[in-house]
């Protein structure tokens, strides 16, 4: 297919040898350069349809509002710096080139920069991780696990350098000061953060030992904290060994790395002094339990003493006293004769410990190690003379059949005068006189070497006549 270029209608009898005739790639290429040439990158401001991605990488969509659309590319190298995912429905902002695909002549805009219209990218990827890990079930109650009462040893993902850290280590010195810590240093803001922390929880779950891990830095914007709203992070929290507890940022601030922990504590400080209880704290709980349990027990024996000293329980406490006495004596027979039982285990263990010393030195050790030496000879010189009568039992048979099998054999047979008669032409075995006739070329066969021989005359002879 060709079209004309003209600028103006040729006048009347002008030759059309003046008219510029273009190819259809040549125009596809001529209206492209116009596009680009004369149209800067614009904002174009629409809804995603019709999505696709590609194994390239490279992602093609419409947009579109109430009454156009056009067709939309971007390519790999934009889409893998994109803070959100694309869906259809979405309304966005991109920023491109218009262009002319010139293959299918189609009109589109390839997308140097596309953001959420109306939300900002970054809240809008926290909002759709959030939504498609909460399908998942990863900020199910029931799957999250309890913190240790008083665990042995802490790990804490963060920065070695923040003030996170200074202010945990701080709290936990303050509350328990033997509580063993690990540290496992992260960057945690910047684009190499999430594989920082994703590695310091697999290092400190491989470490073994540790009760529970912290995963922790100070306050900071959005842009500051996204790395604890990234998938890996989320995902490394759910498969961690240990519970985890999560204390990003302030109060106010609100993580993915927060909904999948096992426990959201709201600042670094708070984190440190939900992991462990004081130290104070627990030694006047058991304080408590001490005194409660000494004035339970003084109530209880002012409460017999006073059953003791009614008359009314003269007797049963006679009866309870000489059960009491009995019970005391049995415990006494009882510790003797167990004391009698290990006397005799004792004693018979060390003799038996002093035969098996006896029968374990060197001397003794020798003279078995000579027996049992003695006893292998003797068992390998039976071993090879009975291999050795089995040898010659087998060597007999064979010989036997070789025998047997020479005394069969057609060479024998020939030794003895006889001969094998074979026709030339067929190479059959001549056992009748009446298969071969006059004329006929054969091969006889002898002990020693062969004959070939004319037939001059065939005599044929019954079985009965023989020679």
């Known amino acids: ?82 803070r959100f995912r694309p869906e259809d429905g979405l309304k966005v902002l991109a920023r491109g080139r218009v262009s002319l695909y010139e293959s299918r002549g189609s009109y589109q805009i390839v997308v140097e920069a596309l953001e959420p219209a109306g939300l900002g990218a970054l809240q809008l990827a926290f909002e759709q991780l959030k939504a498609r890990l909460l399908a998942e079930g990863l900020f199910e109650a029931s799957r999250k696990r309890p913190i240790p009462e008083l665990p042995r040893r802490v790990g804490i993902v963060t920065s070695p350098s923040g003030a996170a850290i200074r202010d945990i280590l701080r709290v936990l010195a303050r509350r328990f000061v033997n509580l063993e810590v690990v540290i496992a240093p992260a960057r945690v803001q910047g684009a190499e953060a999430a594989g920082e922390i994703v590695a310091g929880i697999r290092t400190l779950n491989r470490l073994g030992g540790v009760d529970v891990i912290l995963v922790t830095r100070g306050g900071g914007s959005i842009e500051d904290l996204w790395p604890f709203n990234e998938e890996i992070v989320a995902r490394a929290i759910a498969s961690s060994v240990a519970p985890v507890i ?112 006896q029968r374990m030195t060197p001397r003794r050790l020798a003279e078995r190690l000579l027996r049992r030496r003695a006893s292998s000879e003797g068992l390998d010189r039976l071993l090879r003379a009975a291999a050795e009568a089995r040898l010659r039992r087998e060597r007999q048979r064979v010989a036997a059949y070789g025998l047997r099998l020479q005394a069969l054999s057609p060479l024998a047979v020939l030794s003895r005068g006889y001969a094998i008669c074979r026709l030339e032409a067929t190479g059959a075995i001549l056992k009748d006189a009446a298969e071969a006739r006059p004329g006929d070329a054969v091969e006889v066969r002898l002990h020693r070497g062969r004959l070939g021989c004319e037939v001059k005359e065939a005599d044929h002879v019954t079985r009965e006549e023989g020679f």
């Open 246 to 357: 999560s204390a990003v940022g302030h109060e106010i601030d609100v993580t993915i790395a927060d909904l999948v922990a096992d426990l959201r504590a709201p600042t670094p400080s708070a984190a440190a002094e939900m992991v462990v209880r004081s130290k104070q704290e627990i030694r006047d709980r058991i304080e408590a339990l001490r005194a409660r349990l000494l004035a339970a027990s003084r109530l209880r024996l002012a409460g017999l003493r006073s059953r003791l000293a009614d008359p009314r329980a003269a007797a049963p406490a006679a009866a309870v006293r000489a059960r009491l006495r009995d019970a005391m004596l049995r415990v006494d027979e009882l510790t003797g004769r167990l004391r009698l039982r290990l006397d005799r285990l004792t004693t018979g263990g060390r003799h038996h410990l002093e035969i098996l010393a």
């Open 1 to 82: 297919m060709r079209t004309l270029f003209e600028g103006t209608p040729p006048a009347a009898g002008t030759p059309r040898d003046d008219r510029r005739i273009l190819t259809v790639s040549e125009l596809n290429a001529l209206v492209r350069g116009i596009l680009e040439d004369s149209l800067p990158a614009v904002w174009v401001e629409g809804e995603i349809s019709n999505l696709r991605r590609y194994p390239s990488g490279h992602t093609y969509f419409t947009l579109k509002d109430a009454g156009a659309q056009i067709s939309a590319v971007l390519f790999r190298g934009q889409a893998g710096g994109l």
